[in-house]
């Protein structure tokens, strides 16, 4: 059985308007060198997957150019590899606005394709699981879909995006419902399902055919009405990029070491290659409990924080639980709190930011304050 | 297809003297700077001068060698016409021999610089630390209308016997040559950087071939017989910064460069590497990290001042590293104090062990080799080797 995948990189984009001004969901920057979309791939290719369709909607550039030729996930093939899906391919005229628009512009690709199953999924979220494991799963059940979700986080977990499934105690699903605090609905779907790439052409040739809008409010109750749906759940670290806030959290929790072995540990996951230099820590350093990547020169105090590629962070500095992106610049003796400073932020000398736990403070790209 | 320039890197030397470096793989192999190895620096020269066009000529251990070569693509390298090419010794029809020395290795492969009608062949070996781009000295050697041209670079006078010392007219015309001289005439020293016209260096390496008392070295045999016999030869000069990592104590050095900054890595002057797929680095709640430099994957709980750490290096709580290079995916137990060491990839230093001494310009620092484990309290004294 060979397996593809399909991403959809900017579904659920306007949910964090501020990081994806500039990108889509799927390049957004987490967890010190990684793009989200490097989760995915790194799962997919982790799972055997050789195909990868990428749908692309608006602001695509900066997904081109980290994801490239895809060879830095071993995706540079003669047959399949990665496979850009812009807007207006096929014989779309429209740009699609729903994702079962998005699926029906690339059938013509997914025709073509000869895999037997198909992974599709968002990409707002980076997790790392053992995808070959769900694929046997759909396998084994005889399924024709198969929907991946996760158990609701007891306390805050913000679901107000999501839709949960209910099942049956044999885990097939029996409903669709929208997640709420406290409705028993506890699995929450994670928008990565499995099927076959044939069953998957038809199901949407039949229900375009009947005039059907949505995805997820019409084409997946008439699939749970009529086919077979299983569920299969997944644990571990997930961090499901539904606001700001929620950014800021799982950001912040990669500085527990179980949640980075979960990230990081259980599947290699791969990025593209910057040639960056070492990162270099001066006599004024003082880094703790803090992610650091490559590139970085650092000369003044780092606690509770993520360092992408390249930060340079001047001498008496003091960086406190903040995010900050590729080649961000912070001055000397700048004091940042609870601060997300975007791609090549330059903040000049002496300035003092401070956003709070619940509400960080955002620098958009490019800024310079 | 005509190819202007071809480089030759001379990557099969065993470097005897970084002792248990090199026991399981050629010394252009070893690690260095955090995240590079030796030979990311001629091969990112190369990607950085427009030469595209690259043999590696291997010999010594070189299955890890060849396995980070790959296609050559981290330097620019996976071309459909040129790129690069491991060059082993081989068997022909009547014979094949190994690489009886430098000039050989190159003899050997002649038919390969015919195949792309190599104008010039750029000749460098993977043993030294520098960034240059190539592309000005050949210029330089075309300029010359040069038989043979040299790169030399300026050295203190006292450690001039260890190098090939040459002098030159003010036209930069080599008048002189002498492989490591116990009386250096001057103090200008051969980096062992050439680059010769293909028919010359044709030539004189078969010329060298018949010489009964050769021993197929460029520096002891070719370039002086060059010399005797009249080509044009001229030396071209080279100022920035340059480190033969021959020997322990060197390699230490050149790894301490980059910590004072003389060996300036981010000058917009790129060094490629083959990179491995490992997360940021991880400083924990009671790290102390002082000047040192770190690549990913490395988590730091302990005390860290004036290391170079490579990949996946872990420094565990109450762990004090000084002095020190750390190389790829090695453990420093809980505890444990380590100084002026090298400390080479896939060691485990178990709790409350004590290696190494004080820092000491006299003294080689203390050397543990790839994948030992070293039990909990042991001691190690400075100077000494594991192997």
């Given at each position: 059985m060979r397996t593809m995948g399909l991403i959809f990189t900017s579904i659920h984009e306007r949910n964090v308007p501020e990081l994806t001004a500039a990108r889509s969901i799927a390049s957004v920057p987490f967890g010190g060198r990684y793009r989200l979309i490097d989760f995915l791939l790194s799962d997919m290719v982790a799972a055997n997957v050789s195909t990868v369709g990428i749908i692309t909607k608006y602001n695509f550039q900066s997904l081109m150019d980290h994801v490239g030729s895809g060879k830095n996930w071993d995706l540079a093939r003669k047959n399949g590899g990665i496979v850009f899906l812009p807007p207006y391919g096929g014989d779309s005229r429209m740009l699609y606005t729903s994702r079962l628009d998005a699926i029906k512009s690339v059938l013509i690709f997914l025709k073509n394709c000869t895999e037997d199953i198909i992974i599709m999924s968002d990409c707002d979220f980076a997790c790392a699981f053992n995808m070959s494991k769900a694929v046997d799963y759909f396998v084994e059940k005889n399924s024709d879909i198969t929907v991946i979700y996760r158990e609701k986080v007891p306390d805050g977990d913000e679901i107000k995006h999501r839709n949960a499934i209910v099942t049956d105690k044999n885990m097939n699903v029996v409903d669709i419902v929208p997640a709420q605090q406290n409705n028993g609905a506890n699995k929450l779907m994670t928008n990565m399902l499995i099927m076959r790439r044939d069953f998957l052409i038809k199901l949407i040739e039949r229900c375009a055919a009947v005039g059907m809008k949505s995805f997820s409010r019409d084409v997946l109750p008439f699939a749970i009405r009529e086919y077979r749906v299983s569920a299969y759940g997944i644990d571990g670290f997930f961090a499901s990029i539904e606001s700001l806030q929620a950014y800021f959290r799982y950001s912040m929790q990669l500085t527990d070491k179980t949640v980075r072995d979960s990230l990081f540990k259980s599947v290699e996951v791969y990025t593209k290659v910057r040639d960056s230099v070492p990162c270099r820590m001066g006599d004024g350093a003082h880094v703790n409990n803090s992610i650091v990547a490559d590139g970085c020169v650092i000369e003044g105090t780092v606690e509770n924080s993520i360092l992408f590629r390249g930060v340079k962070i001047g001498k008496g500095a003091v960086i406190k639980n903040s995010v900050i992106f590729q080649d961000a610049d912070i001055g000397e003796r700048c004091k940042l709190g609870y601060c997300i400073a975007d791609k090549k932020t330059v903040i000049k000398p002496g300035k003092n930011l401070s956003g709070c736990e619940t509400l960080p403070y955002f620098i958009p790209k490019d800024t310079v304050l | 297809m005509q190819k202007k320039c071809v480089a030759m890197l001379l990557a099969g030397g065993q470097g005897t003297r970084l002792y248990a470096l090199t026991t399981k793989l050629a010394k252009p192999a070893v690690s260095f700077?955090?995240?590079?190895?030796?030979?990311?620096?001629?091969?990112?020269?190369?990607?950085?001068?427009?030469?595209?066009?690259?043999?590696?000529?291997?010999?010594?251990?070189?299955?890890?060698?060849?396995?980070?070569?790959?296609?050559?693509?981290?330097?620019?390298?996976?071309?459909?016409?040129g790129g690069l090419h491991v060059l082993p010794p081989y068997l022909a029809k009547s014979g094949g021999e190994w690489y009886k020395?430098?000039?050989?290795?190159?003899?050997?492969?002649?038919?390969?610089?015919?195949?792309?009608?190599?104008?010039?062949?750029?000749?460098?070996?993977?043993?030294?630390?520098?960034?240059?781009?190539?592309?000005?000295?050949?210029?330089?050697?075309?300029?010359?209308?040069?038989?043979?041209?040299?790169?030399?670079?300026?050295?203190?006078?006292?450690?001039?016997?260890?190098?090939?010392?040459m002098s030159f007219?003010?036209?930069?015309?080599?008048?002189?040559?002498?492989?490591?001289?116990?009386?250096?005439?001057?103090?200008?020293?051969?980096?062992?950087?050439?680059?010769?016209?293909?028919?010359?260096?044709?030539?004189?390496?078969?010329?060298?071939?018949?010489?009964?008392?050769s021993s197929f070295d460029f520096g002891k045999d070719v370039i002086p017989s060059m010399i005797k016999g009249g080509r044009a030869m001229y030396a071209y000069k080279f100022t920035g910064y340059w480190k033969d990592v021959g020997t322990l104590r060197s390699l230490w050095e050149a790894n301490m460069d980059i910590l004072s900054g003389v060996l300036n890595l981010s000058d917009g002057f790129k060094i490629f590497s083959r990179n491995k797929a490992y997360p940021p680095s991880f400083m924990g709640s009671d790290a102390r990290v002082k000047n040192t430099v770190m690549t990913a994957g490395c988590e730091v709980y302990g005390d860290v001042k004036n290391c170079v750490l490579s990949e996946g290096v872990i420094i565990e709580e109450g762990a004090k590293v000084t002095d020190s290079v750390i190389m790829r995916d090695t453990v420093i137990g809980k505890n444990s104090v380590v100084s002026y060491s090298v400390i080479d990839e896939g060691v485990q230093i178990g709790a409350g062990c004590k290696i190494g001494g004080a820092t000491d310009a006299q003294k080689d620092p203390t050397l543990i080799g790839r994948d030992k484990h070293i039990p909990d309290k042991s001691v190690i004294g400075a100077g000494e080797v594991i192997e």
């Open positions: - | 700077g955090s995240k590079y190895r030796i030979i990311d620096f001629p091969l990112s020269n190369c990607a950085n001068s427009g030469i595209d066009t690259v043999g590696v000529l291997t010999q010594y251990q070189p299955m890890l060698l060849n396995e980070y070569l790959g296609n050559g693509e981290p330097w620019n390298l996976d071309r459909s016409h020395g430098t000039a050989n290795a190159i003899y050997q492969n002649a038919a390969f610089l015919n195949a792309y009608k190599a104008e010039n062949v750029l000749i460098l070996s993977g043993d030294h630390i520098y960034k240059m781009d190539y592309s000005q000295m050949l210029e330089y050697h075309i300029s010359k209308n040069a038989d043979c041209t040299i790169a030399v670079i300026d050295v203190p006078i006292e450690e001039a016997p260890r190098f090939g010392i007219d003010d036209d930069g015309r080599i008048t002189d040559f002498a492989e490591k001289p116990k009386k250096p005439k001057s103090n200008h020293a051969s980096m062992g950087i050439y680059i010769f016209r293909r028919d010359v260096l044709l030539d004189e390496l078969s010329a060298e071939e018949r010489n009964p008392d």
